[in-house]
């Protein structure tokens, strides 16, 4: 599994004007090419009177699928250069639609790709942005003599606390990256002598957003 990527949590859409022809991006989070193929058709559905809907898409990480069209515009002047933004901000599971409505005057293949481009950053820009990564969920049982160390290695080396509870014992939940995880385990039963128990519930993505951890 990827240790972390960059995607968004909630679409967006923006407009850019270009000698009378109207742009129009909408972006829109996906995790499978079929989502990403049903957005398209709603979205040429909605926009039936549209000049064109050109699209791009990226799915996954390790090996992603790439896609994009030009929807009858001069070749590669719409959907690659679509693609190629989410590309250079390192994007994926999401799709991008720009609709053009034709103002009457032709822009030229630099032009279209300037236009497609610039259409595609201002969908981004209305976008929540955010960072996927890789956790373990761990539970730790200790008690009460133990816990003040174990959360003052944790806030040290900005590990996620899920989930705190106390009771005649203490047990946290908390998020590990993979990287951070055989360390994370021996140091904890290093401050512990060995006294902590600890049990991994697997792994899981979350994100960090406006102060809360969200689990995906």
């Known amino acids: 599994m990827t240790e972390s990527f960059m995607t968004i949590i909630e ?3 923006g407009e850019v ?5 109207r742009f129009i991006a909408t972006v829109y989070p996906v995790s499978t090419e079929e989502e990403a193929i049903y957005f398209i058709d709603d979205l040429k559905k909605k926009f039936w009177d549209a000049s064109h809907n050109c699209y791009a898409y990226i799915i996954g990480t390790e090996k992603p699928i ?11 002047t719409a959907g690659r ?3 190629d933004v989410l590309l250079h901000h390192e994007l994926t599971n999401l799709v991008i639609v720009v609709t053009r409505y034709f103002g ?14 610039s259409a ?8 929540i942005i955010i960072k996927k990564i890789l956790g373990n969920k761990i539970q730790i049982t200790t008690d009460y003599n133990m816990i003040g160390k174990i959360q003052y290695y944790l806030n040290q080396d900005h590990i996620t606390i899920l989930s705190s509870e106390y009771t005649d014992i203490v047990q946290l939940t908390i998020l590990v990256p993979p990287t951070q995880q ?7 039963a290093e401050l512990t002598n060995n006294s902590a128990t600890l049990m991994m519930n697997g792994y899981v993505y979350f994100t960090n957003l406006n102060s809360e951890v969200i689990l995906f």
């Open 11 to 13: 679409g967006g859409s």
């Open 17 to 21: 004007l270009i000698k009378k022809s």
């Open 66 to 76: 790439l896609r994009c069209s030009d929807d009858g515009e001069p070749s590669k």
């Open 81 to 83: 250069p679509m693609l």
């Open 104 to 117: 009457g005057t032709l822009l030229g293949t630099g032009g279209l790709v300037k236009a497609y481009q």
């Open 120 to 127: 595609a950053i201002e969908g981004l820009n209305n976008c």
């Open 182 to 188: 055989d360390y994370c385990t021996k140091k904890i």
